[in-house]
């Protein structure tokens, strides 16, 4: 029986952890999984932040290797020739218009991603402000 309860608490210690992880609103690191998240709010809808994340990966000359695309959400994986790694996960928030994106970047062993995902969501934005986007 000890066994069981000893798994049930690491469980809720695993999504506590996970769960707070999205609260911070500059880069953290989870020092767990080594990957630094950023998470923001954007008065916008889900097909222009698909577009502004992508063109901010061609940007910074990220090379886009997976992702997935949904209804609400979609899920965009990149990574640099120096083999950094990100993936930004974009959600429909519960009011209309409005948009959540989760930025992520590292590795399970280096931690070292709050530069890049500053980096990312500067570009980021920079490309959804971006008044000639809209003309193309």
């Not at 916008?44 to 061609?58: E, I, K």
Request: one cysteine or more.
């Amino acid at each position: 029986m000890k066994n069981l309860r000893d798994k049930a608490s690491w469980a809720g210690l695993r999504q506590l952890r996970t769960s707070l992880k999205w609260r911070f609103p500059e880069p953290s690191e989870d020092s767990s999984l080594g990957i630094s998240t950023m998470k923001a709010d954007y008065d916008c809808g889900l097909d222009d932040c698909v577009a502004a994340t992508r063109q901010a990966l061609r940007n910074l000359e990220f090379v886009i290797v997976g992702g997935e695309l949904l209804p609400a959400e979609a899920r965009i994986d990149a990574r640099s020739e120096m083999a950094e790694l990100v993936f930004i996960h974009i959600k429909a928030a519960d009011e209309p218009g409005k948009t959540l994106v989760y930025f992520h970047a590292g590795r399970d062993w280096s931690p070292d991603g709050t530069e890049l995902i500053q980096k990312l969501r500067d570009e980021f934005e920079r490309c959804l402000n971006d008044p000639a986007r809209g003309s193309q």
